[in-house]
């Protein structure tokens, strides 16, 4: 008989997970009360609308409500990538004249609840400490240090992890299982029976979290379709007249037969093919370690794992890198190029670089970074533990700030490629709404704004990125605020009027070609001094010129 093999899946953890512990009001206890007040109350189920999930986690929860917004619209986005209504909600969300109407606007969005509280809850696997997983408690003790809010947080990055996605689901299966649970099958005491039955309902839910496949087949199924395959009704316990599971034999079901995610990290790391590059610098690639899954099945998204890259400039627009989940890790002094629109980005413990991006769909996740550069029109920015780093930004919600960060600089986004605005159309992301000056403290600092800056408009200067491509874009899309366009403007006009300066001086043939070596000596001393002459050297290719930077 052909074998089910299940698995979790890693989307809903590497692009809807905060990297960062959830405030303790979102947690297992108080998530069981919000599925009985949701179950309970007219209009909150089988949808939860923005307005009543407002109410429960401001009213009932005590949460801010920047807070709660943040969390249900990560969750929307998540299950409605949809391009062209994310562009069509975009339109009307900068057409809003007022903070009524765009709170308006959002009161018509609406998630599906069941699914809502298990993205809420998958939200404790960073909570879970090393040490308790270790000695098998669940959840943290009150003794647990949180991680460090001004130095560097203590815990890693799980979001990326399909190991620990694995084990936090087994781990605590029984508990989401009983979340999704109707009242009437809850004992007097709020738990489960032997008899307790899940429904049809339940289970589509849970494939928000669990896949899988028949046999060797190649086509990825959904838990509920799976669920519903006659040979596994003896197993899981479904009954067509109740048309419903038993309890225990779908928990028994499911811990049987989850398995290894075929299509995470690890086997990306296992088994990935390593990718070519357009741009590179010869002689120092022997430590870097670059990875990509192939894109076996239509339904998963590839990834892309790049480590330890060292003084280079890596440049790559391709098919390999479109709708890919990206990984950079421990890269310094580079600069690194990702011209084609991604799915989600996280950049870990990487050190001055700078890093210019396409388009993404999901969100930008900085951790444990210092004295980095990105550049890029992502849907959201998440940092956390970051110090001295600057970002240009594109993006229609705030930046979130997340504990232990310093001296972080935002500014407009400020360059362009040839196949920039088609990217974006592909990914939904549009000029306007634009909140790259706005960030939300989600932190114990939330109320020291000191913690960043709006980088100064005589600081700014715009991006040129050296590659020729196909395309359209030859300007920055929407253009930049006035202030930094003025600031740009009367740099040019100081720069125009040295030129003439320097034309009426009436120097002669050896006065202008010993002026001319005194420039070249100072910028020659300008670009050392900056780092730039380690990018303009790595720029030059080592065979033939530098055309486009697809491979």
């Not at 993006?395 to 974006?424: C, K, R």
Request: net charge positive.
């Amino acid at each position: 008989m052909a074998a089910v093999r299940l698995w979790v899946r890693t989307e809903p953890f590497l692009a809807g997970l905060l990297p960062a512990p959830p405030p303790a009001r979102l947690g297992p206890r108080y998530l069981r009360k919000v599925a009985a007040y949701a179950r309970a109350r007219p209009g909150c189920f089988p949808r939860l609308p923005w307005p009543r999930w407002r109410h429960i986690a401001c009213g009932k929860l005590q949460l801010r409500r920047e807070i709660a917004w943040l969390y249900f619209q990560l969750f929307h986005s998540l299950l409605h990538p949809d391009p062209p209504r994310r562009l069509e909600r975009a339109e009307a969300e900068a057409a809003c004249g007022s903070a009524e109407e765009l709170e308006r606007q959002r009161s018509e969005l609406s998630v599906d609840t069941l699914q809502f509280l298990l993205f809420l809850y998958i939200q404790q696997v960073n909570k879970v400490s090393l040490r308790c997983s270790l000695i098998g408690e669940e959840w943290p003790s009150p003794r647990t240090k949180a991680p460090g809010l001004t130095g560097k947080s203590a815990s890693e990055n799980k979001n990326w992890n399909d190991q620990d996605h694995h084990a936090f689901v087994l781990s605590h299966l029984s508990d989401m299982l009983e979340l999704l649970l109707e009242p009437e099958q809850l004992s007097a005491s709020s738990h489960p029976t032997h008899s307790s039955l899940v429904s049809y309902e339940a289970i589509c839910a849970l494939s928000f979290l669990i896949e899988g496949t028949v046999s060797k087949s190649r086509m990825v199924r959904p838990l509920h379709e799976l669920a519903l395959w006659q040979p596994c009704h003896g197993q899981n316990g479904y009954s067509k007249v109740s048309k419903a599971f038993s309890f225990p034999k779908l928990e028994s079901w499911l811990r049987a037969l989850l398995t290894a995610n075929p299509f995470g990290m690890t086997a990306c790391l296992k088994s990935g093919k390593k990718l070519a590059w357009a741009q590179q610098v010869e002689g120092t690639t022997k430590r870097a370690k670059i990875a990509c899954s192939t894109r076996v099945v239509p339904e998963v998204s590839p990834m892309v794992i790049m480590s330890q890259v060292y003084k280079q400039t890596l440049a790559k627009s391709s098919d390999t890198l479109v709708g890919a989940h990206v990984r950079i890790h421990r890269c310094n002094e580079s600069f690194i190029y990702l011209l084609s629109p991604l799915r989600s980005v996280t950049i870990e413990k990487c050190r001055n670089s700078t890093f210019v991006l396409g388009p993404v769909q999901a969100s930008v996740h900085v951790h444990s970074c210092d004295n980095v550069k990105v550049i890029v029109v992502c849907h959201r920015l998440c940092l956390s533990s970051t110090t001295g780093c600057t970002f240009y930004i594109l993006t229609p919600n705030e930046p979130v700030i997340l504990s232990g960060n310093q001296a972080v600089s935002f500014a407009p986004f400020h360059t362009h490629y040839p196949m920039l605005e088609d990217h974006m159309a592909q990914v939904g992301l549009a000029t306007l709404p634009s909140y790259w000056d706005s960030p939300v403290l989600v932190c114990k600092e939330s109320e020291d704004t000191s913690v960043f800056r709006l980088l100064p408009p005589s600081d700014f200067y715009t991006f040129v990125i050296p590659f020729e491509m196909e395309g359209d874009t030859t300007e920055t899309p929407g253009g930049l605020p006035h202030a930094y366009q003025k600031a740009l403007s009367q740099r040019e006009e100081k720069v125009q009027s040295w030129q003439r300066t320097v034309k009426e001086a009436g120097l002669t043939k050896d006065q202008r070609k010993q002026f001319q070596m005194l420039v070249e000596n100072k910028f020659y001393e300008w670009l050392v001094q900056t780092g730039n002459r380690q990018q303009l050297d790595s720029l030059i290719p080592p065979t033939v010129g530098s055309e486009q930077a697809a491979g």
